[in-house]
């Protein structure tokens, strides 16, 4: 799995293959996309379009609440796949811990066992959700994708994570969207000037260098091109723990238990 990746995450059905090819070009080999997005088939245009072959291309796609079940996710993920003009993504993931994720859950070990997905993990699964399934089930989450930059840095479910030798994907690696604070920090100002990058890079930089893989979604090409460039560089040990200092809501900016959260997602994108 490339340790950087681009998402398309709030990208419209209309704007995603024009996003995803610009990315592709930009060097991205990593896509993340989900049912819940409805993009799936502007990201099977793009990269059917691009040239590229599909064993250098690594797909991500998710399982969203209103497919959850065994019997639905199944279906579901064979029409993720139809979408997406392909015989199998790379990775699959429970989008929320909602529904009947156990059930889900075999659906995707099927998948997994099949060869229709090469891996398969969690999104948004909190320390304790995250423990109850890989507790019981029989292939291990390989992923949790979790919203994860230097103001949410995610520090306290590690140790789970690495119970169960699960990698961290970062949502969100620049902040929420339309969000200019982290990029904008007196702290990373500080640092990306001693390296001559900018703070997003260095953002992006201190995310990989902890071992997690960062997903930033961007419609401009420039600014793609920014972010994938930031592997002619390593942060020292004190601008590592300077960033660390940051951190401001250690799970994130999401009340996953919230009722009213869980309502809104199934209202909007069920």
């Excluded at 704007?15 to 090819?21: A, D, F, M, N, P």
């Excluded at 306290?156 to 604070?181: C, H, R």
């Excluded at 904008?184 to 001693?194: E, G, I, P, Y």
């Amino acid at each position: 799995m490339p340790t950087l990746g681009y998402g398309v995450f709030l990208v419209s059905p209309d704007e995603c293959e024009r996003c995803v090819t610009d990315a592709l070009g930009a060097g991205y080999r990593l896509i993340d996309t989900a049912q819940a997005y409805r993009n799936e088939e502007g990201v099977g245009s793009a990269w059917r379009k691009s040239g590229v072959r599909r064993e250098d291309l690594f797909l991500t796609t998710k399982v969203w609440i209103s497919n959850a079940g065994e019997e639905k996710a199944a279906g579901s993920i064979d029409e993720s796949l139809r979408k997406l003009r392909t015989e199998y993504v790379d990775l699959l993931l429970i989008h929320q811990a909602y529904g009947d994720v156990f059930g889900t859950w075999r659906a995707m070990e099927k998948a997994y066992r099949d060869g229709k997905a090469r891996a398969i993990g969690v999104s948004n699964f909190q320390a304790g959700r995250f423990f109850d399934l890989s507790h019981y089930v029989d292939v291990k989450p390989m992923v949790n994708q979790l919203e994860c930059n230097t103001f949410s840095q995610q520090t306290g479910i590690e140790p789970v994570l690495n119970e169960f030798g699960t990698k961290m994907m970062a949502w969100y690696p620049l902040g929420g969207q339309g969000s200019d604070g982290i990029v904008k920090s007196d702290a990373l100002a500080a640092v990306s000037a001693r390296y001559n990058k900018t703070a997003a890079q260095v953002a992006l930089r201190w995310l990989t260098q902890r071992g997690i893989v960062a997903i930033p979604k961007s419609s401009n090409k420039e600014r793609m091109a920014q972010n994938i460039d930031i592997f002619d560089f390593t942060l020292a040990e004190e601008d590592m723990a300077q960033i660390a200092a940051m951190n401001r809501h250690d799970e994130g900016t999401r009340n996953f238990g919230d009722p009213q959260f869980v309502k809104y997602l199934i209202e909007n994108y069920g």
